[in-house]
Antibody, heavy 118, light 112 residues
Framework: EVKLLESGGGLVQPGGSMRLSCAAS????????MYWIRQPAGKAPEWLGF??????????EYNPSVKGRFTISRDNTQNMLYLQMNTLRAEDTATYYC?????????WGQGTLVTVSS | DVVMTQTPPSLSVAIGQSVSISCKSS???????????LNWLLQSPGRSPKRLIY???KLDSGVPDRFSGSGSEKDFTLKISRVEAEDLGVYYC?????????FGAGTKLELK
């Protein structure tokens, strides 16, 4: 069974940094692209980016809205996906989800809430 | 960015009624590999989004055949025949052809 479990959310001050994690299980992690998506309360989701699979060199793509501030990485020995977020702003407040590729967006985690506020 | 225009923003339905949701994209969603990467997702209250349909009309495993997707190029439709209570929530279209991937604003399906 595919499982994705996000963690690391919480309250952070504007200008601060935060790293989110996504623990993956139930599939061969290196075979799949992995995505990050966020959703502000009451609004539509927003795709943030993805990191490709082993066959495609683990390269990344980002939404221009977060490029340069957010970095996606993965630890393939631990089946972990990460989202490093820097220079956080109030408008980054949202629930953050990881999702699996290979038939993308078929599997989502339960999300972790990030609140940017002083 | 590709803009996904989803209508209507909300629908009030009775159980057993059929409904359709429209999603129009600002660019053709036909990819270089000739596939069209248009997805439909449902977000039930308090839950993560769940994909129902991919590549315009292919149902995900376990999705009832009351759901169907159609369309091409820039114009897509999700139809739900005989709505059931478990179908209530917010439906989103999502294009996965052009980077950055983009979502529609959502259609909230509520009970009449």
């Amino acid at each position: 069974e595919v499982k994705l479990l996000e963690s690391g959310g919480g309250l952070v001050q504007p200008g601060g940094s935060m790293r989110l994690s996504c623990a993956a299980s139930g599939f061969t992690f290196t075979d799949f692209y992995m995505y990050w998506i966020r959703q502000p309360a009451g609004k539509a989701p927003e795709w943030l980016g993805f990191i490709r699979n082993k066959a495609n060199g683990y390269t990344t793509e980002y939404n221009p809205s977060v490029k340069g501030r957010f970095t996606i990485s993965r630890d393939n020995t631990q089946n972990m996906l990460y989202l490093q977020m820097n220079t956080l702003r109030a408008e980054d407040t949202a629930t953050y989800y990881c999702a699996r590729g290979g038939g993308p967006f078929a599997y989502w985690g339960q999300g972790t809430l990030v609140t940017v506020s002083s | 960015d590709v803009v996904m225009t989803q209508t209507p923003p909300s629908l009030s339905v009775a159980i057993g009624q059929s409904v359709s949701i429209s999603c129009k994209s600002s660019q053709s969603l036909v990819a270089s590999d000739k596939n069209t990467y248009l997805n439909w997702l449902l977000q039930s209250p308090g839950r993560s989004p769940k994909r129902l349909i991919y590549q315009v009309s292919k149902l995900d495993s376990g999705v009832p055949d009351r759901f169907s997707g159609s369309g091409s190029e820039k114009d897509f439709t999700l139809k739900i025949s005989r709505v059931e209570a478990e179908d209530l929530g917010v439906y989103y279209c999502l294009q996965g052809t052009h980077l950055p991937y983009t979502f529609g604003a959502g259609t909230k399906l509520e009970l009449k």
